[in-house]
């Protein structure tokens, strides 16, 4: 990473600011991270968990505190003098983890890999290069947005409610951070195996604007008692921040002719609340599964195989 881009997203970390110019080397980050949403064709916005992640990411591989390090202090510097203020060769080594992604299985079911069946235990999944795999058993992909939740699956109650929708035999996918896996990494593999998507993540206005963003998505997982989930752990600080970032994009949900999206806009709209997806962990808090892509995910239903593997 140059150290001009380093400067950059110190800049956009530190400032108040939402917006930023989508300049040459801010596009080929967003490419590769999968971090921001774009605003036209000359901006792009970073939300408070944007930032967050980018923060997270230049902690993790290049040892920049964006607390400590101001804007400028690379400019003019040695490499030696840089290595004072961050390890900036461990970034350059991302090829590291390099088309390498997150997978498990629905808890109960077994990680169908070519040649294999895995049924791992409670906190395990496995790290892969997704271009090893092969062919794929999983007729559907559940992307799951936090690592807490991932690593803690089997605490949720999501295989009830993918059993109750037909989707059961998921391949489950942590969607990727700074440290775990990359999100771009996630994408492609996606891509590249045309794998239709169940988003499992926060029900906020960031998140729901991600989703419907979101490549291949038919569904999504909210709660199934949204009133009294909202009532209960939602949280109104989240949403006012965030309605005031992506509160254009968010509205538009309000009407969308997609059914899961524009419903639990709505919910979120009328408890002025987000609920954050950690909430959802060992409280036994009552999943459903709604629909996106009502065609795609119709012809799902009728091609995933029953029973446990």
């Given at each position: 990473?140059?150290?001009?881009?380093?400067?950059?997203?110190?800049?956009?970390?530190?400032?108040?600011?939402?917006?930023?110019?989508?300049?040459?080397?801010?596009?080929?980050?967003?490419?590769?991270?999968?971090?921001?949403?774009?605003?036209?064709?000359?901006?792009?916005?970073?939300?408070?968990?944007?930032?967050?992640?980018?923060?997270?990411?230049?902690?993790?591989?290049?040892?920049?505190?964006?607390?400590?390090?101001?804007?400028?202090?690379?400019?003019?510097?040695?490499?030696?003098?840089?290595?004072?203020?961050?390890?900036?060769?461990?970034?350059?080594?991302?090829?590291?983890?390099?088309?390498?992604?997150?997978?498990?299985?629905?808890?109960?079911?077994?990680?169908?890999?070519?040649?294999?069946?895995?049924?791992?235990?409670?906190?395990?999944?496995?790290?892969?290069?997704?271009?090893?795999?092969?062919a794929l058993a999983?007729?559907?992909?559940?992307?799951?947005?936090?690592?807490?939740?991932?690593?803690?699956?089997?605490?949720?109650?999501?295989?009830?409610?993918?059993?109750?929708?037909?989707?059961?035999?998921?391949?489950?996918?942590?969607?990727?951070?700074?440290?775990?896996?990359?999100?771009?990494?996630?994408?492609?593999?996606?891509?590249?195996?045309?794998?239709?998507?169940?988003?499992?993540?926060?029900?906020?206005?960031?998140?729901?604007?991600?989703?419907?963003?979101?490549?291949?998505?038919?569904?999504?997982?909210?709660?199934?008692?949204?009133?009294?989930?909202?009532?209960?752990?939602?949280?109104?600080?989240?949403?006012?921040?965030?309605?005031?970032?992506?509160?254009?994009?968010?509205?538009?949900?309000?009407?969308?002719?997609?059914?899961?999206?524009?419903?639990?806009?709505?919910?979120?709209?009328?408890?002025?609340?987000?609920?954050?997806?950690?909430?959802?962990?060992?409280?036994?808090?009552?999943?459903?599964?709604?629909?996106?892509?009502?065609?795609?995910?119709s012809s799902l239903?009728?091609?995933?195989?029953?029973?446990?593997?």
């Amino acid at each position: 990473m140059e150290k001009r881009l380093i400067d950059t997203l110190i800049r956009i970390v530190q400032s108040p600011e939402t917006q930023f110019l989508n300049g040459a080397g801010l596009k080929d980050f967003r490419q590769r991270y999968g971090i921001g949403f774009p605003v036209g064709t000359t901006r792009v916005r970073f939300s408070d968990k944007d930032k967050a992640e980018i923060a997270s990411l230049l902690k993790a591989k290049a040892g920049i505190d964006t607390d400590l390090v101001k804007p400028g202090a690379w400019q003019g510097l040695t490499r030696a003098e840089a290595l004072d203020l961050g390890h900036n060769e461990k970034l350059a080594r991302g090829a590291v983890k390099r088309d390498r992604i997150s997978v498990k299985a629905v808890p109960g079911y077994a990680l169908k890999l070519p040649g294999r069946h895995l049924s791992l235990p409670d906190y395990a999944h496995v790290d892969i290069n997704w271009r090893e795999i092969g062919a794929l058993a999983h007729p559907v992909a559940l992307v799951v947005e936090n690592y807490e939740v991932f690593d803690g699956l089997h605490r949720t109650e999501i295989a009830a409610a993918l059993a109750q929708a037909g989707y059961r035999d998921a391949l489950v996918i942590y969607r990727g951070d700074a440290t775990e896996s990359r999100k771009d990494n996630v994408l492609a593999f996606l891509a590249a195996f045309e794998l239709p998507v169940i988003l499992f993540g926060d029900i906020d206005p960031a998140s729901l604007v991600e989703a419907s963003r979101f490549p291949g998505v038919c569904a999504i997982t909210v709660p199934a008692d949204p009133d009294l989930t909202f009532e209960d752990f939602g949280n109104g600080a989240l949403y006012a921040r965030q309605v005031g970032q992506v509160g254009a994009a968010f509205e538009q949900l309000l009407g969308s002719t997609s059914p899961g999206l524009r419903v639990a806009s709505c919910w979120v709209h009328a408890h002025r609340k987000g609920l954050v997806q950690e909430s959802m962990i060992g409280r036994d808090v009552r999943l459903t599964i709604l629909t996106v892509a009502a065609k795609t995910a119709s012809s799902l239903s009728m091609n995933i195989p029953g029973g446990m593997q």
